[in-house]
């Protein structure tokens, strides 16, 4: 049983954010497997490293999408990555020291801000996206977008 679905109400209407989004999902139900299986120590550590790696990546290219658009409320978009940054950075420093319990909330985090993310943050500026024309690439992976980089603070130390 997966921890999050992916529904067409989280859909944004831009293919590409969509696709990464269903990734997010995904790897944050592989933690929640691998939670459930038991397996924290043994797993859970690179599956966080993954996730990190992706969602700085995500968060990158959802950003330089929306200069492109110039979308209004991209700063205060922008902290609330920040945010979310910060705080898995400071679960993920704290991991070893209790690895199911910060696991746990970690989990929860992810899982909560990622809905709510998507379905007010996200939603809002996915049109000022379709206005401004900006191309959408129906790629399958992250990878084979077109590269974004950006500073944000790495979530597993």
Known sequence: MALMEWEVGYSVGVQSIDVQH??????????YDAMRAGN????????LKRLEAYCREHFAYEESLMLQANYPDYHSHRAEH????EKALTLAKDF?????LRSLA?????????????????????????AADIPDFPATRLEQLPPA?????????
């Not at 924290?40 to 599956?47: D, F, G, T």
């Not at 070893?96 to 199911?100: L, Y």
Request: aromatic share 6%.
């Open 22 to 31: 269903q990734a997010m999902f995904e790897m944050i139900n592989e933690l």
């Open 40 to 47: 924290v120590a043994q797993v859970v550590p690179a599956i």
């Open 82 to 85: 920040l945010r979310l940054a």
């Open 96 to 100: 070893h020291e209790d690895k199911v």
């Open 106 to 130: 970690l989990l929860n985090l992810l899982k909560e801000w990622t809905q709510r993310h998507i379905l007010s943050s996200d939603k809002r500026y996915s049109a000022y996206l379709r």
């Open 149 to 157: 980089r950006s500073p944000l603070p790495g979530i597993i130390p």
